[in-house]
């Protein structure tokens, strides 16, 4: 049986992860001056917002699982 807030925890992860990568574009964008469709500040923006909305994620799939039904031994 799979704990209660496992599925956000794995979504959380995902998208940090995907956050991180596009932060990394932005910022390798901006360094090396190419101009990209969303340029780089759109990038690195972008990979801001994704991280910070799955540490949100993160932090609330963690209060499921502390809150959820406990199973005693």
Same mark, same amino acid.
């Given at each position: 049986?799979?704990e209660?807030? $496992?599925? @956000? *925890?794995?979504?959380?992860? +995902?998208g940090?992860? #995907?956050?991180?990568?596009?932060?990394?574009? &932005?910022? !390798?964008?901006? !360094?090396?001056d190419?101009?990209?469709?969303?340029? %780089? !500040?759109g990038?690195? *923006?972008? &990979?801001?917002? !994704?991280? #910070? +909305?799955? +540490? $949100?994620? #993160?932090?609330?799939?963690?209060?499921?699982?502390q809150?959820? %039904?406990?199973?005693s @031994?």
């Open positions: 049986m799979k209660v807030g $496992y599925k @956000r *925890t794995m979504i959380a992860r +995902i940090a992860a #995907l956050g991180f990568v596009c932060g990394t574009i &932005g910022l !390798l964008a901006g !360094l090396t190419h101009a990209w469709k969303l340029w %780089p !500040l990038w690195f *923006t972008g &990979g801001t917002l !994704l991280t #910070l +909305i799955a +540490i $949100y994620m #993160l932090l609330d799939g963690m209060i499921a699982f809150k959820g %039904p406990q199973q @031994r």
